[in-house]
T-cell receptor
């Protein structure tokens, strides 16, 4: 499967614990995005990378959230001291930069987080 | 601020009828408009997209129209089939960052 992959697919944790999610984008894609989706809503932008550089972070991304893409390939999203309000589907998407114009973002299957 | 409104939130049609979903965006810097289909528990899948220099695009039973002046775009599905039942999201890509601002989704039910 050469699509975007995410691990784990499901995560149940207790409030106050830290969690980390991984995203592996399509191999030639240099842009990687993280979105959060709650039930009945559209995905909300969290942050994005061009290669290894994190270029924008949403106001939704509190200081408990941190994302990295150390070698410009896979990315991790860590949530520290989780809260019940963090329960959501975390989606990763990737795209290829062509001539500095927007290109199609391909989504991974998501990681569903439940904070008890 | 950046915002995309989508209507209706739910839509039921008889098999074979057409379905139309409408979106309005706020940021005039938006220049790319994809539509995604999301089935329950699955990832969003691109079904069609349109760039700001084009007014209409068609792919078999699916078409998208864009009115830049009014800042709205619409998805048209003709000859609907039960497998078209899903949640559909419109999105607008903001020039510069290329992030997507999504609408709130339309749950389409095609009744056999």
């Amino acid at each position: 499967d050469t699509g975007v992959s995410q691990n784990p697919r499901h995560k149940i944790t207790k409030r106050g614990q830290n969690v980390t999610f991984r995203c592996d984008p399509i191999s030639e894609h240099n842009r990687l995005y993280w979105y959060r989706q709650t039930l009945g809503q559209g995905p909300e932008f969290l942050t994005y990378f061009q290669n290894e550089a994190q270029l924008e972070k949403s106001r939704l991304l509190s200081d408990r959230f941190s994302a990295e893409r150390p070698k410009g390939s896979f990315s991790t999203l860590e949530i520290q001291r989780t809260e019940q309000g963090d329960s959501a589907m975390y989606l990763c998407a990737s795209s290829r930069d062509l001539d500095r114009r927007p290109e199609t973002q391909y989504f991974g299957p998501g990681t569903r987080l439940l904070v008890l | 601020g950046e915002n995309v409104e989508q209507h209706p939130s739910t839509l039921s049609v008889q098999e074979g009828d057409s379905a139309v979903i409408k979106c309005t965006y706020s940021d005039s810097a938006s220049n790319y408009f994809p539509w995604y289909k999301q089935e329950l528990g699955k990832r969003p899948q691109l079904i069609i997209d349109i760039r700001s220099n084009v007014g209409e695009k068609k792919d078999q039973r699916i078409a998208v129209t864009l009115n830049k002046t009014a800042k709205h775009f619409s998805l048209h599905i003709t000859e609907t089939q039960p497998e078209d039942s899903a949640v559909y999201f419109c999105a607008a890509s903001i020039r510069g960052t290329y992030k997507y601002i999504f609408g709130t989704g339309t749950r389409l039910k095609v009744l056999a």
